[in-house]
């Protein structure tokens, strides 16, 4: 009889409880590998009419960029300020070019390449991650992408999933289906481009066992990474006013920790976490507060896994 193999005592992920990204990175290119936030001036056909013209419900009007990022400057001139600004790094740190504000696949190919290619082309860049709605990845584009995989090169499709649950989708104001999610990962995947799905826990309406479904539909789809964040109120969105006529209300800390301790536990132990929550500078974020103290909340996850024993893939089936 073959035993089923305890993730928890694989060993693997550099001592942590989950998988992580950045210890992944460290492991294969033996050495920090940081990711350029690139806004590449692209739209998104749930702001501009095609889908929708609000955007989701809780996306700022810089399309959920990084802060600083400006559309207007050249990419290169982007990275490099970028690079100057990040405080961890050494001679020898590499680089992902990641395109992140509004929808980085919302262009004819062509065009894609052209900015695709620029970043790249920068130095110490050893990778290319791209987010992007479900519903914008053509299979032309999808071509595109798997043109850059090659051996020593770090290629990611993040798609905006949030949620399995249509109804949850609807609240979020997306324009799409869970259906166009399963759909555009199952074309992504037999051309070879690593999937990350982004998820948000913490959505008004959903239960425990609402998010604990989501995690367990992810067990037939072939997504190699996960990228979380709770459900945070910013400055400027359709979110804040729900918030503020108290519609809504945001998961404490401590509901996050013991949440997204469960859904991990249920996610294939092969699975990456690309990131454990999301976070914003003080004077864009409206709630929850708690998010401003990122070093806390990480030290709290880890240590709620420990206190429960378990880890990524527990109840993994
Ligand atoms: S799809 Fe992305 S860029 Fe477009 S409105 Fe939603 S979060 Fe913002």
């Known amino acids: 009889m073959t035993q089923k193999r305890d993730p928890c005592k694989a060993g693997s992920w550099s001592g942590k409880p989950y998988h992580s990204?950045?210890?992944?990175?460290?492991?294969?290119?033996?050495?920090?590998?940081?990711?350029?936030?690139?806004?590449?001036?692209?739209?998104?056909p749930n702001r501009d009419g095609t889908v929708g013209a609000a955007g989701c419900i809780f996306c700022p009007e810089d399309g959920s960029a990084s802060p600083g990022m400006n559309g207007a400057t050249p990419i290169p001139e982007q990275m490099e300020t970028a690079k100057k600004n990040f405080r961890r790094t050494g001679a020898g740190t590499k680089y992902i070019a990641y395109f992140q504000a509004f929808t980085n696949t919302y262009a004819p190919p062509a065009r894609l390449k052209r900015l695709y290619d620029l970043a790249v082309a920068q130095d110490g860049v050893?990778?290319?991650?791209?987010?992007?709605?479900?519903?914008?990845?053509?299979?032309?584009?999808?071509?595109?992408?798997a043109s850059y995989r090659r051996p020593g090169f770090?290629?990611?499709?993040?798609?905006?999933?949030?949620?399995?649950?249509?109804?949850?989708?609807?609240?979020?104001?997306?324009?799409?289906?869970?259906?166009?999610?399963?759909?555009?990962?199952?074309?992504?995947?037999?051309?070879?481009?690593?999937?990350?799905?982004?998820?948000i826990l913490g959505i008004p309406g959903e239960s425990w066992d609402d998010m604990m479904a989501t995690a367990r539909s992810l067990v037939d789809l072939p997504v190699r990474g996960i990228k979380f964040h709770h459900l945070h109120v910013i400055r400027g969105t359709a979110l804040e006013e729900q918030y503020r006529t108290g519609l809504m209300r945001p998961l404490s800390q401590k509901e996050y920790v013991s949440v997204l301790c469960d859904f991990i536990e249920r996610v294939s132990p092969d699975i990456l976490i690309h990131r454990l929550m999301g976070d914003r500078e003080e004077h864009t974020l409206v709630a929850p507060l708690w998010s401003l103290h990122k070093g806390t909340v990480l030290r709290s996850i880890e240590d709620e896994f420990r206190k429960r024993g378990t880890c990524q893939g527990f109840l993994y089936q």
């Open 154 to 199: 770090e290629l990611w499709l993040e798609i905006g999933m949030q949620t399995s649950h249509d109804k949850s989708l609807e609240f979020l104001r997306r324009g799409h289906a869970n259906g166009a999610t399963v759909d555009a990962i199952n074309r992504v995947a037999p051309r070879g481009i690593p999937v990350c799905v982004h998820l």
């Open 21 to 44: 990204f950045s210890d992944y990175l460290w492991n294969i290119y033996g050495c920090r590998v940081l990711k350029i936030p690139i806004n590449a001036n692209l739209s998104c």
């Open 126 to 145: 050893i990778g290319l991650m791209v987010g992007t709605r479900p519903d914008c990845l053509p299979d032309e584009t999808l071509d595109l992408l």
